[in-house]
């Protein structure tokens, strides 16, 4: 079964910065897209940003020019560089396969994000 670890996550101020990163415990290569999501309390889990294989990059319009993602197939790795976060940025934060499928049968733990002063 393969796992993804997420961390990096912790509190910060606003206008601070973080860089989440997830480790799958198998390759990555052939799946396409891979994407960091995001649920806060009492809301949907919701797509953040995603790569591909392609060089595609894509962005929710609310982190659009404050988050990069990227991704390191070789080590297995997706990163998110988080810039100027703001306190509706606090969440839990996942990555996985965009769309999700069988590859990944179950979520990893997340990593905590909180924004506040």
């Known amino acids: 079964q393969v796992q993804l670890v997420e961390s990096g996550g912790g509190l910060v101020q606003p206008g601070g910065s973080l860089r989440l990163s997830c480790a799958a415990s198998?390759?990555?290569?052939?799946?396409?897209?891979m994407g960091w999501y995001r649920q806060a309390p009492g809301k949907e889990r919701e797509l953040v940003a995603r790569a591909s294989n392609f060089r595609s990059l894509w962005y929710a319009d609310f982190v659009k020019g404050r988050f990069t993602i990227s991704r390191d197939n070789v080590k297995n790795t997706v990163y998110l560089q988080m810039n100027s976060l703001k306190p509706e940025d606090t969440a839990v934060y996942y990555c996985n396969s965009v769309p999700t499928g069988p590859y990944f049968a179950s979520w990893g733990q997340g990593t905590q994000v909180t924004v506040s002063s």
């Open positions: 198998k390759s990555i290569v052939s799946i396409n897209a």
